[in-house]
């Protein structure tokens, strides 16, 4: 008779143990529900570069040349880089010159093709297999359209500075153009292109490990810009007005 009175009084002990601890289970499993709505919220709030919301590498494409640039495949990274860097030593340093090694080359291809058919006769060795090669009327189309909508831009941004519209723009443009001169007057062409392939390959993996702490870093920057750009758009315009009064 005690032993059964003892197993009521544990029953009756679980099951208010139970209800006590499944308040606290719930409100535990709210709190882990609302700390990850604020953790979304807060990842959702995080200023990016560009204002982008996807990562890098699919804003780059998804593709080869995102591996590439972002060396995916070091290998392959690797082997483009040397191969950029020995044509630029090939013009840049060699003093060699971009129609002459094109022509050097398809002398070189066409010699070694055509000596290799003709001989193939002679020693009862097959000819070389070459593919026919035709580029697809709808990929020149693509293309041609890619590159017509950008040229319209490109003249719609020259009306709409030229036109005195937009102050920011202007001075954009003003400021990306200065820019280039100083750039042009250090290198000559291909020593910037060089560069700006330099840049592809080095500033998108450097953006890609450290994008956090870029990415405060660039919203600082980009605030304090807005408030310069806005003092210096007043005094101009004050400037025009008084002009105009004066007029």
Known sequence: MADHKESKMEELAHKIHSKISSPSSSSD??????????AVALKAKVYRL???????????????PADILLWRNKKLSGGVLGGVTSLWFLFEMLDYHLITLICHLMILALSVLFLWSNASNFINNSPPTIPEVVIPEKCLLKAASC????????????????TGKDLKTFLGAIAGLWFLSILGSCFNFLTMVYIVIILLYTVPVFYEKYEDKVDAFSEKMIIELKKQFA??????????????KKD
Do not use: W, Y
Request: no cysteine; aromatic share 6%.
């Open 29 to 38: 499993s709210d709190d882990d529900k609302r700390s990850h709505a604020r």
């Open 50 to 64: 560009f204002g982008r919301e996807k990562p890098l590498h699919q804003v780059l494409g998804a593709g080869k």
């Open 147 to 162: 590159f017509t909508f950008e040229i319209n831009r490109t003249l719609d941004i020259v009306r709409t500075i030229a």
């Open 231 to 244: 003092v210096l758009e007043k005094k101009v315009l004050s400037s025009m007005n008084k002009e105009k």
